[in-house]
């Protein structure tokens, strides 16, 4: 099956510094690698997404960017703010209507 | 919240007892996911479902059952048989297809044993 590793595994940024966070995957047949945030006690909720077709992709202040070639795909913050501050998981989709999950990362705006 | 519902969001379970717990969507989604996440911790899947009467074990299935009589429905029980049940649960749902689609989760349920 899929494996997907996350670094950082904690991430602390000054508020207005950008966070930067990197998701490796092993299957190269994976064409769909969508991010999620969770704050605390909450449920995740999809933030970006980006499918294999494609290298990079922007919503407002956040960004994902998907290097096929090297297997890995990062999210970017820019400008972060107090309520950025919350869990991130990076997913990889492997078939079978199944996501693979990293182990998240723990993102502090320090304002 | 956004089309899928759990419930209830806090329960309590003694020790030797059965509890299910509810995972509705009105999403039209084909596909529907059981997580346990523990503090700190990942998504870890227990049980999931691609079509109506239809489900396949997930990494940590033992202790726990399903069923998915209907398309909007897919209840999870946690039985006597897990042995460390307490645990954060999420339920999630999404469309199916080749091309990969991204999961619509529910609140979530935490449940305690007492």
């Known amino acids: 099956g899929e494996n997907v590793e996350q670094h950082p595994s904690t991430l602390s940024v000054q508020e207005g510094d950008s966070a930067v966070i990197k998701c490796t995957y092993s299957?190269?047949?994976?064409?769909?690698f969508p991010w999620y945030k969770q704050e605390l006690g909450k449920r995740p909720q999809l933030i970006i997404d980006i499918r294999s077709n494609v290298g990079e992709k922007k919503d407002q202040r956040i960004a994902v960017t998907l290097n096929k070639t090297a297997k890995h795909f990062s999210l970017h913050i820019t400008e972060t703010q107090p309520e950025d501050s919350a869990v991130y998981f990076c997913?990889?989709?492997?078939?079978?209507?199944?996501?693979?999950f990293g182990k998240g990362n723990q993102v502090v705006v320090i304002p | 919240d956004g089309g899928i519902t759990q419930s209830p969001k806090y329960l309590f379970r003694k020790e030797g007892q059965n509890v299910t717990l509810s995972c509705e969507q009105n999403?039209?989604?084909?596909?529907m996911y059981w997580y346990r996440q523990d503090p700190g911790q990942g998504l870890r899947l227990i049980y999931y479902s691609q079509i109506v009467n239809d489900f396949q074990k997930g990494d940590i299935a033992e202790g726990y059952s399903v069923s998915r009589e209907k398309k909007e429905s897919f209840p999870l029980t946690v039985t006597s048989a897990q042995k460390n049940p307490t645990a954060f649960y999420l339920c999630?749902?999404?469309?199916?297809?080749?091309?990969?689609?991204?999961?619509?989760f529910g609140s979530g349920t935490r449940l305690t044993v007492v």
């Open positions: 999403l039209n989604h084909d596909a």
């Open positions: 997913a990889a989709f492997y078939g079978n209507n199944r996501l693979a």
């Open positions: 299957d190269s047949a994976s064409n769909y």
């Open positions: 999630a749902s999404s469309r199916t297809g080749d091309i990969g689609y991204g999961y619509t």
